[in-house]
């Protein structure tokens, strides 16, 4: 199994890491970590895969819609749909699960707190990285970019331009056709609310052995980005 470990100024009490999809048992087009059970992958098998995980707990595995709600961990033990959720209480494990989105973790510089958030389009468009932070009530928030599908093969069309204030993080490729970065218009967001960002340089198209892509594939699985407090 590979995990990446976040490569940032988070104190030492907050553990986190992104997995890829190798070390896993599902098979065909979800090999072979799929921790995704709503991918029609068998449920028994995703179950067998999220056992593997280092973790300290059973994690928050919350219904993510691509909106702007984040929400306290207890919310998301009793299935609230939310793209967001924060906990301050230790050995509580979040998670968001992505297959091209954006995974964004945070935790302030005291290591009191910890927060994850999905960010697609949508996400980014509507304001789910200012609700998160908004939720966490820190001055000192310091957050990493997880893999995400990269402006090289991500192309939108003018609908979704339309929906961001700036054009920055788009380069236009037509008339109706731009190329949109995922990870420079979260990290824009991210420095204008005052967070400290790392992270990024992943492509999860570019990768097929190293990242499931559900632009690339299609049918796929799903990684996870996971964080708690020690």
Known sequence: MKLIE????????????????????????????????????????????????????????????????CVHADLADQGEKADGAFTRRSKKVLVVLVADCLPVLFTDEAGTTVAVAHAGWKGLAHG????????????????????????????????????????????????????????MIARTQLIELGVEVFGGGFCTFCDEKMF???????????????IWLE
């Not at 690339?216 to 980005?225: N, S, V």
Request: aromatic share 12%; with cysteine; hydrophobic share 35%.
């Open 6 to 69: 976040p490569d940032w100024a988070a104190p030492q009490n907050v553990k986190a890491f992104f997995t890829c999809r190798s070390g896993g048992f599902s098979e065909g087009p979800y090999l072979s970590l799929n921790l995704g059970d709503h991918v029609n992958d068998d449920p028994k098998i995703v179950h067998m895969n999220r056992s593997l995980l280092p973790l300290p707990a059973e994690p928050n595995y919350f219904e993510q819609i691509h909106g702007t709600t």
């Open 128 to 183: 789910i990285l200012n609700q998160t932070v908004k939720a966490l009530e820190s001055e000192s928030l310091i957050a990493w970019l997880g893999p995400c599908i990269g402006p090289c093969h991500y192309v939108v069309r003018e609908d979704v331009v339309s929906r961001f204030a700036s054009h920055l993080g788009f380069e236009r490729l037509s008339s109706e056709s731009w190329k949109m970065d995922l990870s």
């Open 212 to 226: 499931y892509s559900f632009r690339r594939d299609g049918c796929t699985g799903r990684m996870g980005a996971y």
